[in-house]
């Protein structure tokens, strides 16, 4: 039985799950992996600048 799992997982709010035993990251997951690391770089990016200062 072939079924759409991505509109099942990405509705139900999952970042990632496993579709024929490889792991699929949703962009659901890939758009909050981005932002957590553009987050990060800018606090690191703030925090030498104060460093600095």
Do not use: H, P
């Not at 490889?22 to 992996?33: D, F, H």
């Amino acid at each position: 039985m072939m079924g759409n799992e991505s509109g099942i997982f990405a509705a139900a709010g999952a970042l990632s799950f496993v579709r024929d035993g490889r792991r699929v990251v949703t962009v659901t997951g890939q758009e909050l992996l981005g932002m957590a690391f553009y987050g990060l770089l800018f606090a690191g990016f703030i925090a030498v600048m104060l460093a600095f200062k």
